[in-house]
C-alpha cells in the first residue's frame, strides 16, 4: 500500500478534519503494535460494511488481535480482496 498520511485517510473517509481526541485515538492503536497498514485495512472494512466509526474499527482489530493473527497474515489473507 502506497505510503500516506493515516489522518488524512481518515478525513477523507469521514469526509471531515479529526478531531484532536480521534488522533490520539489512531495513536494509541499504533502503540498497541498495529501498523498504518492494519489500520487503514480496518477502516476499509468499516468503510466495506457501512459501519465507519472509530468505535466499530477497533472492534475489527481486536477482533484480528484476539484470533492471535499475526498482522502482515491479516493484510495477506483475510483482507486481500480490500486492495
Same mark, same amino acid.
Given at each position: 500500500?502506497?505510503?500516506? !498520511?493515516?489522518?488524512?485517510?481518515?478525513?477523507?473517509?469521514?469526509?471531515?478534519?479529526?478531531?484532536?481526541?480521534?488522533?490520539?485515538?489512531?495513536?494509541? $492503536?499504533? #502503540?498497541?503494535?498495529?501498523? !498504518?497498514?492494519?489500520?487503514? #485495512?480496518?477502516?476499509?472494512?468499516?468503510?466495506?460494511?457501512?459501519?465507519?466509526?472509530?468505535?466499530?474499527?477497533?472492534?475489527?482489530?481486536?477482533? $484480528? #488481535?484476539?484470533?492471535?493473527?499475526?498482522?502482515?497474515?491479516?493484510?495477506?489473507?483475510?483482507?486481500? $480482496?480490500? !486492495?
Amino acid at each position: 500500500m502506497e505510503h500516506l !498520511d493515516i489522518y488524512h485517510i481518515f478525513q477523507c473517509e469521514f469526509n471531515r478534519l479529526l478531531t484532536p481526541l480521534e488522533k490520539e485515538i489512531i495513536d494509541d $492503536w499504533k #502503540k498497541e503494535g498495529f501498523s !498504518d497498514d492494519t489500520i487503514i #485495512k480496518a477502516l476499509k472494512q468499516a468503510v466495506y460494511n457501512s459501519a465507519v466509526s472509530f468505535r466499530y474499527i477497533y472492534k475489527i482489530l481486536q477482533s $484480528w #488481535k484476539s484470533q492471535e493473527t499475526n498482522n502482515d497474515d491479516v493484510q495477506e489473507q483475510d483482507l486481500s $480482496w480490500l !486492495d
